[in-house]
């Protein structure tokens, strides 16, 4: 195993001797600003001399073929066309950093540690001072990075593979190491404190994806995540460093991982990856009421006569039909996705790109990790495993998952590794996560984090014995970010999108995204699948609203059928669940509702050109279905007079008899007949039924006359005694009744009907939007004049501390519009001076009774104790003598306060008597004197 060593002090140049610095024991420390370049390289520049000058004299096919031998296990095609010469030359182009000696500074860290003393991004000036400087220790680590570097390039175990990703120049153009460019930040916005899916989305959703200038080659930049939150554009690199802070600062082991991945995932083309965000239909049926059991006397079926050979050869054609149906569609779909394939990558395996990888069970997060036993029950540590994040999508990818073809190396704030494992047939899937395992991966700081180190505890740095340890110690660890705190304000979290909207090309389908109250109808997102590739055969649309007055949550078109269905929250006072209806005029309509709110437990109505349907839950009566039919020529107009049948279902009532308890109401109303069929009884096979003839509407004042023979019916229980003819005049009456309130009813619905269609067009046509007084970002004028009623009251509340209070105020409400005469001043001040007695007396008489209870309490417990002083132990009679004394507390309080309102009462009397008498809206006193 080859192991890449730290700096030694042999390869420290003579010219940074002087920088060398001294421990307090006069021990040689490694220099704090710079190392030179590594002393020899010569064999490994022959060998990649020998390399260049050998293919150089190779053909176009030994070309093409050394390739394939460098590239192992990647897609490099081959040559057969009559251009294979120039193909060749294009091919070892593409790979002219493998053979070129100048591939050993390829990602080289400038030793001299150039700083940029004027600094300026884009027109950004205030930039911090670590932005643009390298303290000490920065410089420390660039040196061992370049030092790792150049070991990394000469090593045989890593030939071939691309250069390390250690120190890209940042905004200001200075080299950062990319540990230190990582800041994990926590956010205090809900939705994203412990939700990886959210943070995820919000990158995707904030920043605009730039894919690399030259996939191939080491990205040229890497700015700072609080300078990509301002600028909002960014490469791979950028927003998984982004997104690896955020993730880190809600908690979990999240890691950037460079390495290559296929031209679809590296350029962000979804348009050949299946829309993930097709929503499933729910499926809103009629309830039906709960089936009766099988009966054992069911009537069978009428015998199968047919020949058994005719039926299977019938089925063997059919089922071969349906094969040569099901062959011809795959084929066309093989067809159609060959066409729809993207022709072969001649970079496939060589495009560099970045993303994120969240460790689970990692040993330095304190995310709790889940519980795993072995085959005996005790508990064990589980294996590492990881699952990936795309950046310029925020989904979540498998390591199995075909996009991401090798990992070349992985960091996060801690440490940077390098990847030893190659790649197997399966990928990325077959890759190990254990960090400590050395043969897996190359550390480049071998001591960190202290989680990963290998028999040793953080108890054990309170131990005494290894202090001395510690001291001895003094490996170098990554120093904190040279990035600023980032920030996300709440107003740059809802509206993420750049211009406040986002469209995204899936296979087939365009998903739009709005920020919150950018749409005047509240539109939040659309989705719309097409036929074809092109994106201009649209099927279906989904719509998704929010903030609506109308709680209007979705909107489904169906562009072939022109079907449409709207679903709603629950919140309208017509309590409107779901409508669905066709864009075509005079089409069946739908309506769902929530039925618990109604006072009718209405839960769905139909609504076809010569019928009305209507179904309801949990009713008193325990009907569940009502239908109306109306003539046809009446269908545009909805009335009484229209209606040709009304058919009522119900549901079995056990506190009626089986004979009286209907189940199915039926009133002929172009016939004039009632039909009534009652509920089944237990293992009955038929149900008894009653038909009655509508006598004729009798004159105001007279009664409906009883024809015996206008009626007939059918009794299942030949046993029971037939009904009287009162009993069936009675029926009658309670029919024709239910007749004429069926009909009110049924004008009511239409009503309702015709006031939901116009009021769901006004809606549409107008929409409007609400928000929460609790939204900070919408609330000002809410809030304003909140603060402006505080402020009077508390105005109002100073006004009234300075200001004696007004006692004849309430009494001279009756004159506000004129002046009181002599009697009426007289009744006031009298009024308000009984008021004040009244009161008084009130809480004195309160206070007295309050006072006689305690005195009788604490003689009935004085003789109690008296009689049964031989019969309490200690504890009881210590128990009782507190009592008594805080009765006779409570006694003396009451008699104190009670004195006290006696005199005040007499005082405030006075005062209030000269008060009334002194005040010039009643002119007393004069009125007084002059009589």
Sequence with gaps: MTTLKPPTEEM??????????????SQTRLPKISIQEISRLSSATRFEDEKHESIEN???EEVVSKVTTLFSGEDVHSVRSS???????????????????STTDVGAIDLAFPENLDPKFKEVECLPLSYFTLNAKERLLLAFAENFRRQFVVSPEYAGRRPLVLAPKNECGVQKFVCTTIKPTPFLIPKIIGSWEECASFVADFIIYEPLENPLQLPPRLISPDTLLRQRRGNCYEMATLLCSMLTGAGFAAMVVSGCATIETTLNDQRRVPCPFVPEDPVLEPESPAPMNKNKYELRGPPDLRSKFMVELEEKALQKELEEEERRLQEERDKSEELAKRPPDRFFGRRMHAWVAIIENAPWCYKPRPKVYNDEGEEIIPDPTAFFIEPSTGFRHETSSPKYLRIESIWNQHNYYINRQEPTENLLADMRWDLKNTDHWEHFLPAEPFELRVGESRDQDLEPGNQATLL??????????????LRISLKDFESRFPNEEKSIYYKKALYQRYAPYFCYDGLMKRLTIFGD??????????????????????????FETKQIEESFIQGRKDCLKYFSHNAEPHQPKTFYFFDHPRLDCLRMMQVMPEKYVFHYNNREDLCYYQEFQTKPKERIRCHAKSLMEITEKFNRNEKVPVNKDIAIRQFQLTHGKIFLQFQYAADAITASTREFLKPPKPDYGEEIIFDPLQTNGYNANPLENPPTQAELYFLLLDQLKREETLKKIF???????EELLNRRKNEMLNPRLEFSVFDPLRNEGARRIRLEEYEEERIRKEIAKLQDPDFLAPYLVLYERRKPNFEESWAAYNACLSDLKSRYT?????????YEDLTSEARALKKFMSRFQDQFDDFDYDRLIKEAKNIELNKRMVQQRLILTHEEAQRKYEKVK??????????????????
């Design 12 to 25: 420290i140049s003579p010219v940074m001797s002087h920088m060398m610095v001294k421990d307090e024991g």
């Design 58 to 60: 190779f053909e176009p």
């Design 83 to 101: 251009d294979e010469a120039e193909m060749a030359q294009q091919c070892l182009s593409s790979v002219e950093w493998i053979f070129d000696t």
């Design 472 to 485: 001895v110690e003094k490996h170098l660890d990554i120093l904190p970010s040279w990035v600023q705190k």
């Design 533 to 558: 590739l092109d994106y201009q055969k649209p099927l279906k649309r989904w719509e998704w609203y929010e903030n609506r007055m109308d709680y209007l949550n979705l909107i489904k078109i169906d």
């Design 747 to 753: 004008e009511k619905r239409c009503t309702e009907y």
């Design 842 to 850: 009130n809480l004195l008489n309160e206070l007295q009774r309050r």
């Design 914 to 931: 000269e008060s009334l008498l002194g005040d010039e809206r009643l002119h007393l006193r004069k009125a007084a004197a002059f009589n």
